[in-house]
């Protein structure tokens, strides 16, 4: 059972803390170099889509009489678009299938609405000041876009079925200057939450000041389940235009983690008003999508079960080291008053939170050992988590030797900053409540 630090008497307390540096000591001696600060897909995963490095195949190039290889068909080929479109539920006139990379197209989204507007009367978002609602913790790419454009952050909390809806309202009901929201409502990056039906419909419903504001819909984890099915997709351009807001959603997604990391196929999705806005400035920077690379995926999965069934040797791979991450922490941990986190049914990664006041000392302490993590603060704008509590697990890279080093270190490097930090407290005479975790 692992010490309840704050009932320990001061000379415990000592103790504790020299055992604490003796095991981090003994951790630092193996001289480890082990990588969990990105939700890169194991080789084992890769190796899943091998056969798509001999695709096509035969010399045969065409298909929906479209000869792969030529340029054209900038909205992707239609036999991609309808298989995706099933997955995702979105009807493939509504999908465009892209290039390699979802995070290019949300970039691409983001400039043209920058440079351009969103289409209509409305005038180009450079005109004036903006701002993006960012539920935390997030995913620190779409801050790091958003920011690369000098837009102002606005965090609103995420709560455990969406982003807190009661702030959101208060804030673009009042605020022309805020454009947009970022969302991962499937799994969310970190956190793993799935937003429910009502907030989803409740963000589409909701009156704005801005008559332009936009849902940037990052579903990358649409059918990343670690165990059982994923949850059914929600039609959310078919809500968005009854709830009378057809334009609101961008809806992004990729095969990014399903197939070849950075050589998959991206999709955006939005009602007819936003396709045509979004291919008519699309043409201006390409002819054409890299179809031969479409056709690849095409052929790999054949239809909708094909990817089904692919996304559950995915999560054959995952939950044993997901598992792996929480049992530990659970074993060295748990009750400990010291340390939360979730246990995610999919996604990529496990959300930690330490005691307020050591996360960026337990990355550090965690370095110093040889075990990268993701900097403390990093699912936050600016990466400023104001607690200094947060850390971002990713469970899916090393091996589960590899993995089980990481997180036994890991847990050795929480208790002592945490040891530190009460040891600091008490000769300070500074009382932290053991439940502020």
Known sequence: MPLQLHSLTDRELEVELARCRAEYDTVKARGLALDITRGKPAPEQLDLSAAMLVLPGDGDYVIDGIDCRNYGELAG??????????????APKSLIAGGTSSLETMYDVLSFAWIHGTGGTGAPWSAAPVKFLCPVPGYDRHFAITESFGIELVPVPLLSDGPDINAIRNLVASDPQIKGIWCVPVYSNPSGVTYSEQVTRDLLGMETAAPDFRIFWDNAYAVHA??????ESFDILGTATHVGNPDRPFVFASTSKMTIAGGGVSFFAGSDANIAWYLNHLSRKRVGQDKVNQLRHVRFFRDADGVRAHMRKHQRILAPKFELVTSTLRRELGNSGIASWTEPTGGYFVNLE????TATRVVGLAKDVGI???????????????????????????????????????????????????????????????ASV
């Open 77 to 90: 080929l239609p036999s991609l678009r309808a298989l995706f479109g099933e997955v995702l539920e979105i």
């Open 354 to 357: 330490v005691l307020p006041g």
């Open 372 to 434: 990268a993590l993701t900097p403390a603060g990093s699912a936050f704008p600016s990466g400023n988590d104001p607690r200094d509590s947060h850390i971002r697990l990713a469970p899916s890279l090393p091996s589960e030797q590899e993995l089980r080093l990481a997180i036994d270190g890991l847990c050795i490097c929480i208790r002592l900053a945490a040891t530190e930090l009460v040891h600091n407290d008490r000769h300070a005479g500074v009382h932290r409540s053991p």
């Open 226 to 231: 670690l165990a059982g099915d994923a949850p």
